[in-house]
């Protein structure tokens, strides 16, 4: 374990802090700057671009490591591989294929996100690469079933959550650290649950989990409060569809070994994601706005609102972040339905605290 969270870990963290360091430096040449606006929070203009770094700092990995695991097994010459590894070098090559598939969906939607950063594309071509972009990759077999016999059901449904999650992380970029800090907690977490949680490990989506998450670390270095980059539409849509495809890819459960509550453990770990997305389009859609409208409705903003501090804001779903996803590991600590209805619950009550506070602070600042 120690051997692959370093050969994960500190190659993706040294990549994305170098190579955004360098972003800094070229994307005002380049026009990259994310200017003040009455809908953001940040007062002095920004470079943009930093998720560059990110995708850098995953794929350049990645590629690497594939590359070696094809050369060592070419060569017979993998004595010195832990051997848990290397028994299953086989396994990762065989289903690199799918991992490409992702990655190459990521990159599309990141070119995407690049181009809209630098000339503000409009929501509807941007929301039609999205589904195109899900579409494919449920065809090439990134798809759950979600126990349910009939395809097109867990494809409709796998297509709802890459599109879904991919926007949920684009909505959460809206203050320092905030985004990256939460894949950051959500991949770390991810990890854990396919490398120990499980009867095997899963190498290949594990390990890609702890690639993102040193590339969100090193990238956190140059956007942690205040921030001197931002990585904009590149690195939102990229982490987003990242950990929605690898919580598809990645078995939760395994017959036999564990009960079927454990397919819950994703809303855990990405409850705040989730709660953020669906409070910001309910408040938009009852004050009769388009949810496509950017604005500061969202989870981190109602939070100021309330008094808080920007640091302490982000800190705050931090907190509440780790907090669902630690309840979301306990899921594979119990047997029955009704103790994981019991967490699933928790999670339920501390959104809706969350969700009452919120809405108190907001109705005493609206009537004073």
């Given at each position: 374990?120690l ?9 993706s963290f040294?990549?994305a802090f170098l ?6 430096r070229?994307?005002p ?6 200017q003040?606006a ?10 943009l ?5 990110i995708?850098l ?7 690497a490591?594939q590359a070696?695991?094809w050369?060592l097994?070419?060569k ?12 299953h070098l086989e396994g990762?090559?065989y289903?690199s ?7 190459l ?7 995407m996100?690049?181009?809209d950063?630098w000339r503000n594309l409009p929501?509807q071509?941007?929301l039609?690469i999205?589904i195109l ?11 759950a079933t ?8 867990g494809?409709?449904?796998t297509?709802?959550?890459?599109l879904?999650l991919?926007n949920s992380?684009?909505f959460?970029?809206?203050m320092d ?9 959500v991949?770390?977490l991810?990890?854990t649950?396919?490398l120990?949680?499980t009867?095997e490990p899963?190498?290949l ?5 702890l690639v993102?998450?040193?590339a969100l670390a ?5 956007n942690?409060p205040?921030?001197?980059?931002f ?10 569809l ?6 598809v ?12 509550h454990?397919m819950l453990?994703?809303l855990c770990?990405?409850?705040?994601p989730?709660y953020d ?8 859609l ?7 409208h ?8 109602r939070l100021?609102?309330l ?7 982000v800190?705050?779903i931090?907190?509440v972040t ?6 979301g590991l306990?899921l594979?600590?119990v047997?029955?339905w009704m103790a994981a209805?019991?967490?699933?619950l928790l999670v339920?009550?501390l959104l809706?605290i969350i969700?009452i ?7 005493q600042?609206?009537?004073?």
């Amino acid at each position: 374990m120690l051997f692959l969270i370093t050969a994960c870990v500190v190659p993706s963290f040294l990549i994305a802090f170098l190579s955004t360091g360098l972003m800094r430096r070229l994307a005002p040449r380049w026009g990259l700057m994310d200017q003040p606006a009455a809908r953001k929070v940040h007062v002095t203009p920004t470079p943009l671009g930093g998720g560059i770094g990110i995708w850098l700092g995953v794929v350049i990995p990645i590629a690497a490591a594939q590359a070696a695991a094809w050369f060592l097994l070419r060569k017979g010459e993998t004595g010195w591989l832990p051997p848990d590894i290397a028994q299953h070098l086989e396994g990762v090559l065989y289903r690199s294929d799918m991992m490409w598939a992702i990655l190459l969906g990521g990159t599309v939607l990141s070119v995407m996100g690049l181009f809209d950063d630098w000339r503000n594309l409009p929501w509807q071509p941007r929301l039609f690469i999205q589904i195109l972009v899900a579409c494919i990759l449920v065809a090439v077999g990134v798809r759950a079933t979600v126990f349910v016999e009939a395809p097109w059901f867990g494809a409709a449904l796998t297509a709802l959550w890459i599109l879904g999650l991919t926007n949920s992380f684009n909505f959460l970029d809206n203050m320092d650290g905030l985004s990256a800090g939460i894949g950051l907690i959500v991949a770390v977490l991810f990890a854990t649950i396919m490398l120990a949680f499980t009867s095997e490990p899963r190498w290949l989506v594990g390990g890609g989990l702890l690639v993102l998450a040193g590339a969100l670390a090193g990238f956190l270095c140059h956007n942690r409060p205040p921030a001197r980059i931002f990585m904009g539409d590149t690195g939102s849509y990229f982490i987003g569809l990242l950990l929605a495809s690898f919580t598809v890819l990645g078995t939760f459960y395994e017959y036999g070994r564990t009960s079927t509550h454990v397919m819950l453990a994703p809303l855990c770990v990405l409850a705040v994601p989730l709660y953020d997305t669906a409070s910001v389009l309910v408040i938009r859609l009852s004050q009769g706005r388009s949810p496509f409208h950017a604005d500061k409705s969202h989870f981190s903003h109602r939070l100021v609102e309330l008094g808080l501090s920007k640091p302490a804001a982000v800190l705050t779903i931090y907190l509440v972040t780790l907090t669902t996803g630690l309840c979301g590991l306990l899921l594979y600590q119990v047997e029955t339905w009704m103790a994981a209805g019991i967490i699933m619950l928790l999670v339920g009550c501390l959104l809706a605290i969350i969700a009452i506070l919120e809405t108190a602070g907001r109705r005493q600042r609206n009537s004073s």
